[in-house]
């Protein structure tokens, strides 16, 4: 095997209470994840061992970084350096998740390529190996590892527990041009609460709630539960937010958050004709928004 073409999925966050600041200046934080099928394209190569180690990065945006700083390129490097081989690797990824939109996109490219790498390299690392070396390098990189649909984050969101629901949620998903840096974002939380700080058990007793109302189906209440503790900076920082938001209410839909840090913003749906509804009259603005249909994958 030379190759693989791998699906590298976004998620969104239904909930996101942030819990303190460290003193690594990272933040302790509690989040539900959901895995949503809206995908980049990534395909795999193995190099040859006259040209090893050399990692490649190819992408269609270029927005994205290509050296050390991309997401897949420090997971194909800490491969390498966790197994002590001398490998190479060309990745190629194929864009369709938006850059900068706290859809953890680059996070999902580095599990993917952990993922392929360890069975195109025949590593033999087991979940909890490969669980190991995404924690050092994104927090949302273990939710991908993970192979959940649903699960609770801890920690940065490295930590995750699994919620086995099998029911899946339909959304409406809108992302400006521009994204939202993840740093400025946490920095701005950080200035408007000098001493924030929240209660674990609050926080997973609001996570309860919402995993309750997605199986039983009670889109009402899922929809009054949602929360992110950064969309309030996201809007002080940038006004698109709160104008996305104000377009999908005014199209009909319900339970419209901010996911992540930004810039993207979803919907809660009752069904994919209803979401295509609303995607249909979110494109007659033409706001030069990317808007997608997008159901728990």
Not at 31 to 56: V, Y
Not at 130 to 145: P, T
Request: glycine fraction near 8%; hydrophobic fraction near 40%.
């Amino acid at each position: 095997m030379k190759s693989l073409k791998l699906k590298s999925p976004a998620k969104i966050n239904l909930y996101l209470r942030i819990l303190r600041r460290r003193q690594d200046g990272y933040h302790d934080i509690v989040t539900l994840f959901e895995k949503i099928a809206l995908f980049d394209e990534i395909t795999i190569c193995r190099g040859t061992a006259r040209r090893a180690p050399t990692i490649k990065i190819i992408c269609s945006d270029p927005r994205v970084p290509k050296g050390p700083k991309n997401l897949a390129y420090k997971a194909a490097k800490a491969l390498l350096d966790y197994t002590g081989k001398r490998l190479s690797c060309r990745i190629t990824i194929k864009k369709r998740i938006p850059v900068a939109g706290g859809l953890a996109g680059g996070s999902s490219n580095a599990a993917i390529a952990l993922f392929g790498l360890n069975r195109l390299w025949k590593l033999g690392l087991g979940k909890k190996d490969l669980m190991a070396i995404g924690a050092k390098i994104g927090a949302d990189v273990n939710f991908f590892l993970s192979g959940e649909r649903f699960a609770i984050g801890t920690g940065r969101g490295e930590h995750c527990s699994p919620l086995h629901i099998k029911k899946a949620l339909w959304h409406v998903l809108v992302s400006p041009s521009k994204g939202l840096s993840t740093k400025t974002i946490y920095e701005y939380w950080d200035n408007m609460h000098p001493r924030g700080k929240f209660a674990l058990t609050a926080a997973l007793s609001d996570v309860k709630i919402i995993n309750q109302s997605i199986r039983s189906n009670d889109l009402t209440l899922l929809a009054k539960s949602l929360h992110n503790d950064l969309e309030q900076p996201a809007q002080a920082k940038d006004n698109i937010i709160l104008r996305i938001k104000s377009s999908l209410k005014s199209c009909g839909a319900t339970g419209v958050l901010m996911s992540g840090s930004g810039s993207a913003v979803f919907s809660i749906m009752p069904s994919r004709k209803e979401a295509i509804r609303v995607r249909q009259e979110l494109a007659r603005l033409k706001n030069g928004w990317h808007i997608f249909v997008a159901r728990t994958c």
